[in-house]
């Protein structure tokens, strides 16, 4: 068993290819386009290979993989199912085809084809992970351990499999096991910057804050070598509060998303993990589509959008809906210092109300000519006030002058459909500063 590459596309972490050391030297020129992540001229490889050998599963397999990395998931899967149909023992198919259906969420389709693959080879260490992974999905911390076990029994130097375990143990609130894991990821490589956030927070989770401050700042050292990680951790206590909320203040004026570990009594003010992408709207981009807006058009006058208004109640819907993941009881207090300083940066938040009734809401940061949105929810008897709020909210503020919304880490779809677009965290520190 062969996984084809693991760079470029995230999917190559769980597509599995077919051996190189075919004798087909076309095929071989496929593989080697693969890898090289030159995925139109791989494909075009595959597909003329096909048209001469219209029988060989491995090819269709192949193409599947590439098309998978392509984004090009319908036609992926067709190619999976056609080298499963010439070939039902092809554990790589399906493994990919479960890959296929993981993308989609149908979780219990993608467990049976993972399943299918590691009876037919019960050492294929990539389905066994993929598993692993599609059962933490489902919320089964139990069976997920299982699967992570095993890959690390078969190959005790699988740093992803003994990365989820750690995480698998952190949920079970193993301490000891997961930091463990996560110390022996370390020790194979010194810069891996996920194992010592990961560590930090489980540090943060026994109260041992002086390790996770040293853990946080050895992970942004490693996640952002070109030295922008200096002084952007701290730790602070009940009594040092205030002073950590202008901490957490400098971080938002330099550009960063903010994060905060531990408890009111004892925290870590530090950057965001995930600050590869930023969502960012402005506002001549603003989409707004044709249910919506007849939507808005016909009951509009009973909207009313009101700004700085219900903080504590909004926060507490967004803490109920989303859970404690980003707004723990740290950043909470952390939030109220800053709001009681009243200076920039300030906490605020908007309130979607129908008929005089809280319906929805939204709770971030504003500096300068700048609004950074944290969080958000909905009441779930009205689910067209969530993207309602959304359009007013950013109608309010390019009234007021603002020059765009910052919508944080990541541009997932409700964001990309309001015409969100994506940049890098050095794109966004330098538009936030021309700002």
């Known amino acids: 068993m062969n996984a084809v590459g693991n760079a470029g596309s995230p999917h190559k972490n769980y597509f599995t290819g077919e051996d190189a050391h075919m004798d087909d030297i076309l095929f071989k020129k496929g593989v080697v386009a693969y890898e090289n992540d030159e995925l139109e001229k791989a494909e075009h490889i595959f597909s003329s290979i096909i048209l001469l050998e219209p029988e ?9 993989v590439v098309y998978a990395n392509r984004k090009l998931f319908d036609k992926a899967m067709a190619d999976f199912t056609t080298a499963l149909e010439l070939n039902p023992q092809s554990a790589h198919a399906f493994n990919n085809l479960g890959g296929m259906y993981r993308d989609k969420k149908r979780y219990k389709e993608a467990i049976a084809n993972f399943s299918k693959a590691i009876a037919i080879d019960d050492q ?6 993929n598993r692993g992974i599609t059962y933490n999905d489902q919320g089964l911390p139990d069976e997920a351990l299982a699967d992570f076990n095993r890959v690390i029994k078969i190959d005790p130097l699988n740093v992803g499999a003994r990365y989820q375990r750690g995480n698998a143990y952190r949920e079970k609130r193993l301490f000891a096991r997961a930091l463990e894991d996560y110390g022996r990821i370390i020790e194979a490589d010194s810069q891996n910057a996920d194992a010592f956030y990961q560590r930090g927070v489980v540090y943060c989770d026994q109260g041992r804050f002086d390790k996770a401050e040293d ?3 050895r992970w942004l050292a490693a996640s952002h070598p070109e030295g922008i990680a200096e002084n952007l951790i ?11 909320a202008l901490h957490a203040a400098s971080l938002i004026a330099a550009g960063f998303y903010m994060d905060v570990k531990g408890t009111p009594q ?10 590869k992408e930023r969502s960012v709207l402005f506002f001549d981009k603003l989409h707004v589509g044709k249910t919506i807006s007849r939507h808005i058009r016909q009951w509009g006058a009973r909207y009313a959008l009101r700004f700085d208004v219900e903080f504590d109640e909004i926060f507490t819907h967004c803490v109920e809906r989303h ?6 009881p740290a950043f909470r207090h952390c939030l109220e210092v800053m709001r009681e300083g009243g200076a920039a940066p300030r906490p605020v938040s ?3 109300y129908k008929d005089d009734k809280l ?7 504003q500096i300068g000519r700048v609004y950074t949105s944290y969080s958000g929810y909905y009441e779930k008897d009205e689910p067209s006030s969530g993207i309602v709020q959304l359009i007013l909210m950013a109608r309010h503020l390019e009234e007021n002058g603002f020059a765009f919304v910052d919508f944080g880490p990541g541009n997932f779809s409700y964001k990309s459909r309001l015409g969100a677009v994506g940049m890098t965290h050095r794109e966004y520190v330098e538009l936030f500063h021309s700002t």
């Open 56 to 64: 060989n599963s491995k090819i269709y397999n192949m193409r599947g």
């Open 124 to 129: 294929h260490t990539i389905a066994i992970y």
């Open 215 to 217: 853990d946080f700042n």
């Open 234 to 244: 701290k730790r602070f206590n009940r009594d040092t509060t205030r002073e950590g």
């Open 266 to 275: 004892d925290a870590v003010v530090m950057p965001y993990r995930n600050m």
């Open 323 to 328: 859970g404690e993941a980003l707004f723990t």
């Open 350 to 352: 908007f309130a979607l």
């Open 359 to 365: 319906v929805a809401g939204d709770i971030g940061i």
